[in-house]
């Protein structure tokens, strides 16, 4: 079941840009972290960034600095703008929200995921 709502994905050229939008049921502080994950073809879901609470960012180590994460709290709203995109990060992006396994919330596996937006990068 489908629960978080994405948007943005689309074809690109080489080296452009692109900003995917997601929108939450919720509040964001009712999730230990939100953040993208992306599947290629023939590959695993794997993560893009996230940000937790707190406010704390992490990348995955292939972004090499290309990507931008942000939120806004106030609309239930995470985005991610990538910048500088390569073919090999044509894929399908997913927005995830979940809890981790951390303690702190009721349910420390909970987690949602939204349909996936497609992001193609070519010329």
């Known amino acids: 079941q489908v629960q978080l709502k994405e948007s943005g994905g689309g074809l690109v050229q080489p080296g452009g840009s692109l900003l995917l939008n997601c929108a939450l049921p919720?509040?964001?502080?009712?999730?230990?972290?939100v953040g993208w994950y992306r599947q290629a073809p023939g590959k695993q879901r794997e993560l893009v960034a996230d940000?937790?609470?707190?406010?704390?960012?992490q990348f995955a180590d292939y972004v090499q600095g290309r990507f931008e994460i942000f939120r806004d709290i106030a609309a239930n709203m995470v985005f991610l703008r990538l910048n500088s995109l390569k073919p090999e990060d044509t894929a399908v992006y997913y927005c995830h929200a979940g809890n981790n396994g951390s303690r702190g919330y009721p349910d420390p596996y909970r987690e949602l995921w939204g349909q996936g937006t497609l992001v193609t990068v070519s010329s």
């Open positions: 919720e509040s964001i502080y009712d999730f230990f972290a």
């Open positions: 940000i937790t609470s707190g406010g704390r960012i």
